[in-house]
């Protein structure tokens, strides 16, 4: 017998999926190194410039772990860790951003979105004016206060099905009420707590340390490579649930 040859029109097609699917890697990649060489480039801005400039040569000797007079406490205890902290946080929030995006199939889905990022801040403010918590503390009730959220907005949008328009509804909704709390709260708060609540509404860098570099490390760490095996997963859901659960998405 011999072998069913495609159609003409059927192998132009395919060649040109082919062809439409490595122009956007080549476009991706090339995006990639050039995001990439800009965010070198601002980190060695930001390790340069300051109060007191300090040369390219001087600041690579410090990260090796030479002393330098002056720039070993200005490069490596003070703007390394900012930059270090900065990267590293940045690329948590972006990651965050794509991870639900494709889960939910929606461009407008993110953590602060959909609220998670909302009951976050609230148990943080709750816990620094309410409780009278700080350092770890307040970052324990923050994320307790996330996984809360996230939940709750999960149990109330899985009615008969899982919906992703929904759950982003009811999410916009549940932060509107934590983004009442959190006014209420500091409306009535002491001086002293507004400052300490707003550094973490709006975050700052300002004392950025490796003592606060080392958790945001070892959770990217341990996080990112767990997204990373799930990746191809995360795109077949944007086929849709009963697709991506044909293709092998369990």
Known sequence: MTALRPLPETADAQTRILAGRRARRRRHGLASLVLAGILLALAATALMVGSTFYGPGEVIRVILGETVPGASFA???????RTILAILAGGAFGIAGITFQRLLRNP?????????????SAAAVVGIVVLAANGPVVSLLALGGALVTAAAIYLLSNKGGFAGTRLILI???LAAMLQSVISYLLSRAAQWDIQTAMQWL????NNASWERVAPLALASLVIL????SQARSLELLRLGDD????LGCG
Do not use: C, K, N, Y
């Open 171 to 173: 999410g916009i909704g």
């Open 243 to 246: 697709s991506a659960a044909g």
């Open 75 to 81: 490069v490596g205890e003070l703007r390394l860790p």
């Open 202 to 205: 709006t975050g700052s860098l």
């Open 108 to 120: 407008l889905a993110s953590p602060d979105i959909i609220g998670i990022s909302a009951g976050a």
């Open 225 to 228: 490579p767990l997204l990373f």
